[in-house]
């Protein structure tokens, strides 16, 4: 069993927990309806080997953290308003290593407006694991799902893809005034945070809206650490963009009719790129390379093997 399995076995046994879950599991968010307000929750883990290095600064860590529960909001249309956090520390560590923890996680939710207003703190034998729950509320124009998007509706994301594991992964900034932006346009249909690559996060998408896609290889915008990776290893520098994984951008539809209102008036210093469209579902995902031939989605992305 891997990842994917076992959040759809969960799914389907934690759906319906009650009339005040607007939306359960399965998206970058819980949506909870608190007597007529609406409260978005997510939670992420970091754990030692997996997300970062035991000689990765603390701090660095520490942004990492919260950063991707403010993606997962930035992600779903919602600002940030509080968190918890609970961190499992090596028995024997060194003091200073949990403490620049801390700073890099205040320092992060000091910049995004979040509140860290408690958690718990462990301690063992094994890895360290740092888990954060981001708390916070729809924007205007939000909350954006992953399950709006339609046939014919332009596929873009924000930023450039591939590379992260050059450093980018854990010092990234979460795209909330983006996340903004679009959420004010009323032109954005379904939204995500890309954080285990473009061909599984928009399977994932795809998947939750019933569309197929059509993305044009050419127009991936490929970071340059992505080309750096590919040029060192003898490697595709726009698979890496594909498949890496933890980006932290946004993937979003878009209507038709206001794309081009939306991409005319984009002043953010992030990019927003245009990379291909919906189609009807049972086209499924179509990756089309710069001769217009149409070849199969890649696999790929990152997904946590359990067995």
């Known amino acids: 069993m891997d990842e994917l399995e076992l959040v759809d076995w969960l799914c389907e046994r934690l759906a319906g927990a009650g009339p005040d879950v607007v939306q359960g599991p399965g998206d970058d968010c819980a949506l909870l309806d608190m007597q007529g307000v609406t409260l978005a929750a997510t939670t992420d883990a970091l754990l030692e080997g997996v997300h970062f290095r035991a000689e990765d600064p603390a701090q660095d860590v520490g942004w990492k953290a919260v950063a991707c529960g403010l993606s997962d909001l930035a992600g779903m249309g919602c600002a940030p308003r509080w968190g918890l956090c609970a961190v499992g520390l090596r028995r024997g560590g060194d003091g200073d290593w949990a403490r620049g923890l801390a700073e890099g996680m205040a320092a992060c939710a000091r910049?995004?407006?979040?509140?860290l207003v408690g958690g718990d703190v462990t301690a063992g034998d094994g890895p360290a694991s740092v888990t954060v729950t981001a708390l916070g509320r729809p924007l205007p124009g939000g909350p954006v799902r992953r399950s709006g998007a339609q046939p014919g509706e332009v596929v873009a994301v924000t930023g450039a893809l591939g590379g992260s594991s050059a450093g980018r992964h854990l010092s990234f900034?979460?795209?909330?005034?983006?996340?903004?932006?679009?959420?004010?346009?009323?032109?954005?249909t379904a939204m995500m945070d890309l954080s285990d690559g473009l061909a599984l996060d928009?399977?994932?998408?795809?998947?939750a809206s019933q569309v197929g896609a059509r993305v044009e290889a050419g127009r991936v915008p490929v970071h340059p650490d992505a080309e750096a990776l590919a040029a060192r290893e003898g490697t595709d520098a726009r698979m890496h963009a594909l498949t890496d994984g933890e980006d932290f951008e946004l993937l979003l539809t878009v209507r038709a009719q206001a794309w081009d209102a939306l991409a005319s008036r984009w002043s953010l210093?992030?990019?927003?790129?245009?990379?291909?469209?919906?189609?009807?579902?049972?086209?499924?995902?179509?990756?089309v390379d710069e001769t217009g031939q149409a070849g199969d989605?890649?696999?790929?992305?990152?997904?946590?093997?359990?067995?």
């Open 111 to 115: 910049k995004h407006g979040l509140a």
């Open 173 to 188: 900034a979460p795209r909330l005034a983006e996340s903004e932006r679009l959420c004010a346009s009323e032109a954005v």
């Open 202 to 207: 928009l399977k994932r998408l795809t998947r």
């Open 269 to 287: 210093s992030t990019p927003l790129v245009r990379i291909g469209r919906c189609t009807e579902a049972d086209r499924g995902l179509v990756l």
């Open 297 to 307: 989605w890649p696999g790929g992305g990152y997904v946590h093997a359990l067995d």
